[in-house]
């Protein structure tokens, strides 16, 4: 066993799982990781910098989003010390660290601080309706305007400075000055990989996950935009009416499957659950199927003596949107996306530097 810097390790268990103690430094999670190469013995490089507290060196990594969590690693461990859960809680940690606001360590840290946030969200929501004297119509209607602002309030105060602290701790801390046509020429990286995932491929086990995954986001993107663009919920077209059916259908169908995987424990990806993860899988089920209700209630004349409905979905949509978007687990589809961006960068970059 390797000498261990408790400050850290105990900071990371908030984060998530790993026995650190039972790590014999055999070497069999290395052997069988696809990250691994001449120079970086993956994900034991992660593993060692952890034990000793080197946290300068794991904040301007971004192996931890390289890896798609195939669960190799776990499964060859002979201690069960379960070294792909240790990356995924290094991408919580991350996220963290990159998140100006600290709001993203606190939820992960704490299933008390979430349950306070998606009761003071509902409680707003709910206050709101009372001050509109529980009109549906202008409920509706602040919920459509709602959508908008929040999308680009969230993108614009918090997403985009996160990925610009990202940005900065990964390259230009890191030492990677590139040049602009370094950054334009691979940014067809960021977004092959924001929609396809496509890295997940070379995981032998995970063709349908990267199916499923790839369908998710098509479905999810589809409904934003239905909603919030097209305004599906007072739309008469019965073409974008039976799309909205259709793509909320996906979402809360896929979602579905990923919620029993959880359950299940059946993989090694969803053996070990947080709070963050049940949050991201359910809130996203219960968003495709409350915006599916709603526009049946919608068509069967039945919405304005059920206004509770529309209420509930709107109390999810904006834990979703002020929460789980944020500072939950839907940032790692962002992360990840711009790990790759920024990793094809540092690669080209040191290329030309060789020339
Ligand atoms: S396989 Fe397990 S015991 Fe061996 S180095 Fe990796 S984490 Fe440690
Ligand atoms: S989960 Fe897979 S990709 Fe990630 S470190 Fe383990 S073996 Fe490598």
């Known amino acids: 066993m390797a000498f261990i810097n408790s400050e850290l390790t105990e900071e990371l268990k908030k984060f998530g799982i790993f026995d650190f103690s039972a790590c014999y430094n055999c070497g069999n999670c290395t052997a069988v990781c696809s990250l691994t190469s001449e120079d970086e013995s993956f994900p034991r490089n992660m593993l060692r910098y952890s034990m000793l507290g080197l946290k300068d060196e794991i904040t301007v990594s971004l192996k931890p989003w390289l890896c798609y969590y195939c669960g190799d690693c776990s499964t060859y461990c002979p201690q069960k010390a379960y070294p792909g859960e240790l990356m995924m809680t290094l991408r919580r940690w991350l996220t963290s660290k990159y998140d100006w606001t600290g709001l993203s360590g606190l939820l992960y840290k704490s299933v008390a601080w979430n349950v306070f946030a998606f009761l003071l969200v509902a409680a707003g929501v709910i206050a709101y309706a009372v001050c509109q004297n529980f009109s549906l119509e202008a409920i509706m209607h602040a919920g459509h305007v709602f959508e908008m602002l929040a999308i680009a309030g969230v993108f614009t105060l918090i997403l985009l400075p996160n990925i610009i602290r990202m940005w900065y701790v990964t390259t230009i801390r890191a030492g990677i000055h590139a040049p602009s046509k370094v950054y334009l020429r691979q940014l067809s990286e960021l977004f092959v990989h924001m929609f ?81 993860d049940w949050f991201f899988v359910i809130w996203l089920f219960l968003m495709g199927f409350s915006a599916f209700l709603v526009r049946l209630f919608i068509d069967l004349n039945l919405l304005e003596q059920n206004l509770w409905l529309y209420l509930v979905h709107l109390i999810i949509l904006a834990q979703w949107a002020l929460l789980i978007v944020p500072f939950g687990k839907w940032t790692h589809f962002l992360y990840r996306s711009f790990a790759m961006y920024f990793q094809r960068i540092i690669e080209d970059h040191s290329n030309l530097s060789k020339k």
């Open 196 to 276: 396809t995932q496509k890295r997940t491929l070379s995981c032998d086990d995970h063709k349908l996950r990267w199916f499923e995954h790839l369908i998710l986001v098509i479905g999810y993107l589809s409904l934003l935009f239905i909603t919030v663009f097209l305004n599906w919920f007072e739309t008469g077209s019965v073409l974008i009416n039976l799309f909205g059916y259709s793509v909320s259908a996906v979402v809360f169908i896929v979602t579905f499957h990923f919620v029993l995987e959880r359950i299940r424990k059946t993989k090694e990806i969803s053996m070990f659950s947080r709070s963050s």
